[in-house]
């Protein structure tokens, strides 16, 4: 598979083949991490698609579906896993135990309701698939032993910037349209949907609907729920059409039952969402404080005093030095502003002060500028964005020289902040240090509320040859155990997927879980949408 602009997607990582670290990058990589990790330099290559050993299909698709149909080996192998480290860890070993029977990508929702009936009738599991991104096991087809075999559906071809209404600020998209091609189309109207998730590249409208996925924006309306209007979606029963309107007070919120809904529901094929103006006016900058509870405490008088700037980010001393945006010596504080209406001087100005008061240092001028991005004003904040947005090839990369690369979020109100940003640190070093095993943890804040942060971390550490899963799971239960026990949720934004599950099950009310089966049951009476996330069906 190609993107729109010719990119080869690559089968087993994260990303496109030729934006992947070259071999000087990575040769470089490994002479930084060898001596901290203890490792030797040897790079892991993934094998070659013909030496994969693929499971045979279990099903045959009907003539009737053949033309949207594939079973190539790439196609089969690619959409076995999504992008997780535990994914890129088996793709490497050539280990894809849940590679689907076949690829399907329907052109039209009429289509997908074709694939769905077909997949009803001969107890078939159907894995909806957008941009391949998830990180939590939400499009792996492992579906257990009740099903004759699963497809995986690919909805590339439902894409598109199909209507943009200027007069109320709304646009109707396909829901297989990638994160570019969106703002693209967007563009040529002066418009933005102003949702860029880390993902953005390589995820998709329906994929952030479905996994409640929140953009890069730390306030305001970051969330993918806020972000939408109406939707389409393509269930087992039939098809669910909600209504275009601004808010409405007339019972539960269909598009809340749906948004999140991870594809156990159905299939979103298309979305009106809300848009905005392109950004005229930037303002904003950097800040350094001592330690990172005194950055998280000018983060919460920020998110409580009513300026909501558009960005408002918070990086630890060491994610600092690892980013080359500091010397490991402070936290750095992200502060940013924009406007398509309005310069934003005065706004500025009170987000300096409010920052001093807490004792941060201000870094470099913060005025309004037009028509300048974090990039163009450069400094510390351009340094990190950069390296932000490389993140997940460096984290292949790393993977490929034998480190153990995780990330896991949560979000917790501000008077458990601490607690938690503590108690998760201890428990993974202590995890850690248990095995005598070289290991980093950074963490960031993402997203500010006024009544609480996410915080984010990221983990690094050798991983321990042929026990890489193992170790894996170790450590995924201890930090997931770990959130759950201060206070936090299981997840703000990378969904639930499968391999949170257990802790999901914990985190919502029992007879939430009931009604979420019952509406599963009359939307998908054979229970064949994406088996194994959100909700299993009762047995006698």
Same mark, same amino acid.
């Given at each position: 598979?190609?993107?729109?602009? /010719?990119?080869?997607?690559?089968w087993?990582?994260?990303? $496109?083949?030729?934006?992947?670290?070259g071999d000087q990058?990575?040769?470089?990589?490994?002479?930084?991490?060898?001596?901290? &990790?203890?490792?030797?330099g #040897?790079?892991?290559d993934?094998p070659?698609i013909?030496?994969?050993?693929?499971?045979?299909?279990?099903?045959?698709v *009907?003539?009737?579906?053949?033309?949207?149909?594939?079973?190539?080996?790439?196609? #089969?192998?690619?959409?076995?896993? %999504?992008?997780? $480290?535990?994914?890129?860890?088996?793709?490497?070993?050539?280990?894809?135990?849940?590679?689907?029977?076949a690829v399907?990508?329907p052109?039209?929702?009429?289509e997908?309701a074709?694939v769905l009936?077909w997949c009803?009738g001969?107890r078939?599991?159907?894995?909806? &698939?957008?941009g391949?991104?998830?990180v939590?096991? !939400?499009?792996?087809?492992?579906? /257990?032993?009740g &099903?004759?075999?699963?497809?995986?559906?690919?909805?590339e071809a439902?894409s598109?910037?199909?209507?943009v209404d200027?007069?109320?600020?709304?646009?109707?998209?396909?829901g %297989?349209?990638?994160?570019p091609?969106?703002?693209? !189309?967007?563009k040529e109207?002066?418009m933005?949907?102003?949702?860029?998730?880390?993902?953005?590249?390589?995820?998709?409208?329906?994929?952030?609907?479905?996994?409640?996925?929140g953009g890069?924006?730390a306030? !305001?309306?970051?969330?993918?729920?806020?972000?939408?209007?109406?939707?389409?979606v393509?269930?087992?029963?039939?098809?669910v059409?909600?209504?275009?309107?601004?808010?409405?007070?007339?019972?539960?919120?269909?598009?809340?039952?749906?948004?999140?809904?991870?594809g156990?529901?159905g299939?979103i094929?298309a979305a009106?969402?809300?848009?905005?103006p392109?950004?005229?006016?930037?303002?904003g900058?950097?800040?350094?404080f001592?330690?990172?509870?005194?950055g998280?405490?000018?983060l919460r008088?920020?998110? @409580?005093?009513? +300026?909501?700037?558009?960005?408002?980010?918070?990086?630890?001393?060491l994610e600092? +030095?690892?980013?080359g945006?500091?010397? /490991?010596?402070?936290?750095?504080?992200?502060v940013?502003f924009?406007?398509?209406d309005?310069?934003?001087?005065?706004?500025?100005? #009170?987000?300096e002060?409010?920052?001093?008061?807490? %004792? /941060?240092t201000?870094e470099g001028?913060?005025g309004?500028?037009? @028509?300048?991005?974090?990039?163009?004003?450069?400094?510390?904040?351009?340094?990190w964005?950069g390296?932000f947005?490389?993140?997940?090839?460096v984290?292949?990369?790393?993977?490929?020289?034998g480190v153990?690369?995780?990330?896991?979020?949560t979000?917790?109100?501000?008077d458990?902040?601490e607690?938690?940003?503590?108690?998760?640190?201890q428990? +993974?070093e202590?995890? &850690?240090?248990? %095995?005598?095993? *070289?290991?980093?943890?950074?963490?960031?804040?993402?997203?500010v $509320?006024?009544?609480g942060?996410?915080?984010y971390?990221?983990?690094?550490?050798r991983?321990l *040859?042929?026990?890489?899963?193992? @170790?894996?799971?170790?450590m995924?239960e201890? =930090?997931?155990?770990a959130?759950? =026990?201060?206070?936090?949720?299981?997840?703000?934004?990378?969904?639930v997927?499968?391999?949170?599950r257990?802790? $999901?099950?914990?985190?919502?009310?029992?007879?939430?879980?009931q009604?979420?089966? =019952?509406?599963?049951?009359?939307?998908?009476?054979?229970?064949?949408c994406n088996?194994?996330?959100?909700?299993d069906?009762?047995?006698a």
């Amino acid at each position: 598979m190609s993107s729109g602009s /010719g990119h080869i997607r690559s089968w087993w990582g994260w990303g $496109y083949e030729d934006e992947a670290l070259g071999d000087q990058e990575i040769e470089s990589l490994a002479r930084l991490v060898a001596a901290q &990790f203890g490792l030797d330099g #040897r790079v892991s290559d993934p094998p070659p698609i013909s030496a994969l050993d693929l499971r045979a299909p279990r099903v045959e698709v *009907p003539s009737s579906l053949a033309g949207i149909a594939s079973v190539s080996d790439r196609d #089969r192998a690619r959409h076995a896993h %999504g992008s997780s $480290y535990s994914d890129v860890v088996r793709a490497l070993a050539g280990s894809l135990p849940n590679v689907p029977d076949a690829v399907l990508r329907p052109r039209s929702a009429t289509e997908v309701a074709a694939v769905l009936d077909w997949c009803s009738g001969e107890r078939v599991a159907a894995v909806p &698939f957008g941009g391949g991104s998830s990180v939590v096991g !939400g499009v792996e087809p492992d579906v /257990g032993d009740g &099903f004759r075999g699963a497809v995986s559906v690919d909805l590339e071809a439902l894409s598109g910037v199909y209507d943009v209404d200027a007069v109320s600020l709304g646009s109707r998209i396909g829901g %297989g349209t990638l994160g570019p091609e969106l703002e693209t !189309g967007l563009k040529e109207q002066g418009m933005t949907l102003r949702h860029f998730p880390q993902s953005f590249e390589c995820s998709t409208l329906g994929g952030w609907i479905a996994t409640r996925a929140g953009g890069h924006f730390a306030t !305001g309306p970051t969330h993918i729920d806020d972000l939408v209007e109406s939707m389409e979606v393509v269930t087992p029963a039939g098809l669910v059409e909600t209504r275009r309107l601004p808010a409405s007070g007339a019972g539960p919120d269909p598009n809340r039952l749906l948004i999140g809904s991870e594809g156990a529901l159905g299939i979103i094929t298309a979305a009106w969402v809300r848009v905005r103006p392109r950004p005229r006016w930037r303002a904003g900058g950097s800040a350094r404080f001592p330690d990172f509870p005194a950055g998280a405490r000018a983060l919460r008088a920020l998110a @409580q005093s009513g +300026l909501e700037p558009a960005n408002c980010r918070l990086v630890d001393p060491l994610e600092a +030095l690892v980013n080359g945006a500091g010397d /490991g010596s402070s936290a750095l504080v992200i502060v940013g502003f924009e406007s398509a209406d309005h310069p934003l001087d005065a706004w500025a100005t #009170r987000a300096e002060e409010c920052v001093k008061e807490y %004792g /941060g240092t201000i870094e470099g001028d913060w005025g309004c500028t037009e @028509q300048a991005s974090a990039a163009d004003r450069g400094g510390p904040a351009a340094a990190w964005r950069g390296s932000f947005m490389r993140a997940p090839y460096v984290r292949d990369a790393l993977v490929r020289l034998g480190v153990l690369c995780e990330t896991f979020e949560t979000a917790v109100t501000w008077d458990r902040f601490e607690e938690l940003h503590s108690s998760v640190r201890q428990a +993974l070093e202590s995890q &850690f240090a248990r %095995g005598g095993v *070289p290991a980093l943890a950074t963490c960031r804040v993402t997203h500010v $509320y006024p009544d609480g942060a996410a915080p984010y971390f990221t983990v690094l550490a050798r991983a321990l *040859p042929g026990a890489e899963m193992a @170790q894996w799971k170790e450590m995924k239960e201890v =930090a997931s155990d770990a959130v759950m =026990a201060a206070g936090g949720t299981i997840t703000h934004h990378h969904a639930v997927g499968r391999d949170h599950r257990r802790w $999901y099950d914990e985190e919502r009310p029992g007879l939430f879980a009931q009604a979420i089966e =019952a509406a599963k049951s009359a939307l998908d009476p054979a229970w064949i949408c994406n088996p194994g996330v959100l909700v299993d069906r009762r047995r006698a």
